[in-house]
């Protein structure tokens, strides 16, 4: 049995529906309600609520946490947490309990349970500020917003207890995720699809030169499910290893859709990175070739724009 945190999330609910796909045993966790695709299977899908349980808690609650391992739990895939950068500034108390003592508690139940595995979804924002240089999976970790200390504790505090109690810990370095479903993100791809479908107004901080990396949803999916069943490394980088500006991005998205963004630029935020470029060499040790191309990535999740109800 699987237990995903978060599994209301953009990256829990649709990695649910794959697990749940293949015929694997979950039970889901988040304080958001379960979207009704995981809990009413349909004829035209082979999802079974036999194999899913959701949990409507808050981990926070010790009791709620401990009570998940009334269940056999074998695997743990660590998606729960308070995302946004910028926000953690603001708060960066409320960041470090949900995102790191979370982690902490939840970990010592993994081992008290004798788990075999906890993913642990970081992100490259671990490295800091390296300006254009290439981030791999050695790095050294000089985080710069709370979120990013959040992440960079919680791999830390995982990796001692893999060295102290053998927890089977892997922390999975996500760059921006994007893909179908992902109108409830604030992220940029997220937003510009939202305005294109609205008033065509999208604001960019700094002065859009900044460089990312957007790795596609199934892509990450995939390396999630290679993790659960493989040997694996203790640190993935997962991104597509190629990036792109801010500016750029615009106006890939404006030829994908086929429009024009009115673009006002604002102040750049505290805390974000100025670049991250990655290499995901280490996804070649799961067996992982090749990510999705930007291109192709975009026109699926605009397609999954147009035609959703969410708006
Ligand atoms: N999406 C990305 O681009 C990206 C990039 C790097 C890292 N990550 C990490 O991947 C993970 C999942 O990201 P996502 O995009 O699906 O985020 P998301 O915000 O869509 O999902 C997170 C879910 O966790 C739930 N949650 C938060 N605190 C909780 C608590 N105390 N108890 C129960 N549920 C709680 C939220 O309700 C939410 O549904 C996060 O840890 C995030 O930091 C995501």
């Given at each position: 049995?699987?237990?995903?945190?978060g599994s209301s999330g953009?990256?829990g609910?649709?990695?649910?529906?794959?697990?749940?796909?293949?015929?694997?045993?979950?039970?889901g966790i988040d304080i958001e309600?379960c979207?009704?695709?995981?809990?009413?299977?349909?004829?035209?899908?082979?999802?079974?609520?036999?194999?899913?349980?959701?949990?409507k808690?808050?981990?926070?609650?010790?009791?709620?946490?401990?009570?998940?391992?009334?269940?056999?739990?074998?695997?743990?895939?660590?998606?729960a947490?308070?995302?946004?950068?910028?926000?953690?500034?603001?708060?960066?108390?409320?960041?470090?309990?949900?995102?790191?003592?979370?982690?902490?508690?939840?970990?010592?139940?993994?081992?008290?349970?004798?788990?075999?595995?906890?993913?642990?979804?970081?992100?490259?924002?671990?490295?800091?500020?390296?300006?254009?240089?290439?981030?791999?999976?050695?790095?050294?970790?000089?985080?710069?917003?709370?979120?990013?200390?959040?992440?960079?504790?919680?791999?830390?505090?995982?990796?001692?207890?893999?060295?102290?109690?053998?927890?089977?810990?892997?922390?999975?370095?996500?760059?921006?995720?994007?893909?179908?479903?992902?109108?409830?993100?604030?992220?940029?791809?997220?937003?510009?699809?939202?305005?294109?479908?609205?008033?065509?107004?999208?604001?960019?901080?700094?002065?859009?030169?900044?460089?990312?990396?957007?790795?596609?949803?199934?892509?990450?999916?995939?390396?999630?499910?290679?993790?659960?069943?493989?040997?694996?490394?203790?640190?993935?980088?997962?991104?597509?290893?190629?990036?792109?500006?801010?500016?750029?991005?615009?106006?890939?998205?404006?030829?994908?859709?086929?429009?024009?963004?009115?673009?006002?630029?604002?102040?750049?935020?505290?805390?974000?990175?100025?670049?991250?470029?990655?290499?995901?060499?280490?996804?070649?040790?799961?067996?992982?070739?090749?990510?999705?191309?930007?291109?192709?990535?975009?026109?699926?999740?605009?397609?999954?724009?147009?035609?959703?109800?969410?708006?």
């Amino acid at each position: 049995m699987i237990l995903v945190t978060g599994s209301s999330g953009f990256i829990g609910r649709n990695l649910v529906k794959s697990l749940l796909s293949d015929g694997n045993k979950v039970v889901g966790i988040d304080i958001e309600d379960c979207p009704d695709y995981l809990l009413t299977p349909t004829k035209t899908s082979n999802l079974s609520d036999e194999n899913f349980t959701f949990v409507k808690g808050d981990l926070r609650d010790g009791d709620v946490l401990r009570s998940l391992f009334d269940r056999p739990i074998e695997y743990i895939v660590h998606l729960a947490a308070f995302t946004r950068v910028v926000e953690s500034v603001n708060k960066p108390s409320e960041y470090f309990e949900n995102n790191v003592v979370v982690t902490q508690r939840l970990s010592e139940e993994a081992i008290k349970h004798g788990v075999k595995k906890f993913l642990f979804a970081s992100t490259n924002a671990v490295a800091g500020d390296v300006g254009y240089s290439v981030i791999n999976e050695n790095n050294a970790l000089f985080p710069q917003s709370p979120y990013g200390a959040n992440k960079a504790a919680s791999e830390m505090m995982l990796n001692a207890y893999k060295s102290s109690y053998g927890l089977g810990a892997v922390r999975l370095r996500f760059t921006n995720i994007y893909g179908k479903d992902m109108a409830t993100k604030d992220s940029f791809i997220a937003r510009m699809c939202k305005a294109a479908l609205g008033d065509k107004k999208i604001a960019v901080y700094g002065d859009g030169t900044q460089v990312r990396d957007y790795v596609y949803l199934d892509d990450v999916i995939g390396v999630i499910k290679r993790v659960l069943s493989l040997d694996s490394p203790d640190i993935i980088v997962v991104g597509s290893g190629s990036s792109v500006s801010v500016n750029e991005l615009v106006k890939l998205v404006e030829e994908t859709i086929g429009l024009q963004f009115s673009v006002e630029y604002q102040d750049a935020k505290k805390g974000e990175m100025k670049a991250v470029i990655v290499d995901n060499g280490s996804l070649k040790s799961i067996g992982i070739d090749k990510t999705s191309d930007l291109g192709e990535g975009l026109k699926f999740t605009w397609d999954w724009f147009k035609h959703s109800s969410y708006i």
